[in-house]
Every structure is written in structure tokens, then in C-alpha cells.
């Protein structure tokens, strides 16, 4: 079974654009979760969707938005890139719909110039 | 506030010997854990799991204790290998809506010396 696939894997970007990332679950997989990691804050949780429907959100700001499609596969928006948007975005899937155990794909790293 | 740490940023250990990684968390009402392993390059790999109705359990080579009364969580490596070297995360998980949320602690970077 394919695991968590996440595209692209490497994106450079400078300040002001937008950027869009992609997720596809394992199969199977409904719900999705995606994650910002940095050095400095580590691993910080950003939304969770279920069913094409956000379910839990972070604190991140607006700039910061996602959905799912009908076939779970997931994708996140980034807009007006700051600087400090330079991070490992995480995608995780989950089996479960109370989505306790999530499994990571290998991320996208953002560099934000 | 929630938080999840870990006692040590670095734990170097000989090949052969057990790793003991220790986890603090700060949410009683936290009810599963989880612990990941996070190789260069990599996203976080699922090691173990454990929920707060136990204290211990066991995976091939690792075991998770939970200590509800102090709020410390640990993950024993036994026999470590070289291919154990990685940053290992605690992370925990309050039910009740929080889907997907889970709460990552600092990580704990194991080096494993030949």
C-alpha cells in the first residue's frame, strides 16, 4: 500500500506570492491533517479534514487555507508569503474518523525568499 | 496551555546499549499518545502508541510507559541500532474534537555511536 504522497517536494517562492501543496492519503485513508514544521517552533498543527469538510483548525492565520476532494486527496493554500512561511509542511493521514494515529508523507520544503 | 516536552534535546548512546527517551506533557485531560521517529529528510514515522487506560506496552524493540500521576511519558529502545538514530517526538492527543490535533513535544535527537 502507497504511503502518504506529498507534491512537490522542494518549492522556492518569494515574498508576496501564493503557493499550493498536495496530498494524497493512503488509500483508504478519509481523513487528512497538515502540519507546519520549523527549527524554531517544531511541529505545529495547521487544519484536519474529514470528508471534504475542515474539521479542526490551528492558529495559524488566514493566509492559510486547505480542502479535500471527494477522493481525500487534500491540498493546502498558502498566500502573501512571508519570510517566516519557510518551513516543512507535513501532510498526515488517518484511518480512524477520531484520526488518532496519523501517518506523515515526507513533506514539502517551502523556502520563502 | 498544552505543551509536550522532552527532558533532553540529545541523547548519545552506544551501540548495543537501551535509550531511554523521556516526554513530559502538561494536558491531564490528554487520553493517547503517540511516539514518532523522524529521519533526515523524512516526515514522522509512527513508533508506538499508547492510550491513558494503560501504563505500559510493548512494540518489537520499543516500549512506552505512561505515567498519568507525574504526566511523563518514555520510550525505551532496546538493543540500539545505528539505524535508531533519528529525532523522536512525543505527541498527545485530547479527545473530545480534536481531530487530528495532535501535540507535538520539542524532540529528543538519539546518536547512536558504533
Known amino acids: 500500500k502507497a504511503g502518504v504522497t506529498q507534491t512537490p517536494r522542494y518549492l522556492i517562492k518569494t515574498r508576496g506570492q501564493q503557493v499550493t501543496l498536495s496530498c494524497s492519503p493512503i488509500?483508504?485513508?478519509?481523513?487528512v491533517s497538515w502540519y507546519q514544521q520549523t527549527p524554531g517552533q517544531g511541529l505545529q498543527f495547521l487544519f484536519e479534514?474529514?470528508?471534504?469538510?475542515?474539521?479542526n483548525k490551528g492558529n495559524f492565520p488566514g493566509r492559510f487555507s486547505g480542502r479535500q476532494f471527494s477522493n481525500s486527496r487534500s491540498e493546502m493554500n498558502v498566500s502573501t508569503l512571508e519570510l517566516g512561511d519557510s518551513a516543512l509542511y507535513l501532510c498526515?493521514?488517518?484511518?480512524?474518523?477520531?484520526?488518532?494515529?496519523?501517518?506523515f508523507g515526507s513533506g514539502t520544503q517551502l523556502s520563502v525568499l | 496551555g498544552e505543551s509536550v516536552g522532552l527532558h533532553l534535546p540529545t541523547l548519545s548512546v552506544q551501540e548495543g546499549d537501551n535509550s531511554i527517551i523521556n516526554c513530559a506533557y502538561s494536558?491531564?485531560?490528554?487520553?493517547?499518545f503517540i511516539w514518532y521517529k523522524q529521519e533526515s529528510g523524512k516526515g514522522p514515522q509512527f513508533i508506538i502508541d499508547?492510550?491513558?487506560?494503560?501504563d505500559k506496552r510493548q512494540g518489537q524493540r520499543v516500549t512506552v510507559l505512561l505515567n498519568k500521576t507525574v504526566k511523563h511519558l518514555s520510550l525505551q529502545i532496546a538493543a540500539t541500532q545505528p539505524g535508531d538514530s533519528a529525532v523522536y517526538f512525543c505527541?498527545?492527543?485530547?479527545?473530545?474534537?480534536?481531530?487530528?490535533?495532535?501535540?507535538f513535544g520539542q524532540g529528543t535527537t538519539l546518536q547512536v555511536k558504533p
Open positions: 498526515a493521514s488517518s484511518l480512524a474518523t477520531d484520526n488518532e494515529k496519523l501517518f
Open positions: 499508547i492510550r491513558s487506560n494503560m
Open positions: 488509500s483508504g485513508h478519509r481523513s
Open positions: 494536558n491531564s485531560a490528554s487520553d493517547y
Open positions: 479534514y474529514f470528508s471534504e469538510t475542515q474539521r
Open positions: 505527541a498527545e492527543l485530547s479527545q473530545g474534537g480534536n481531530t487530528g490535533k495532535l501535540i
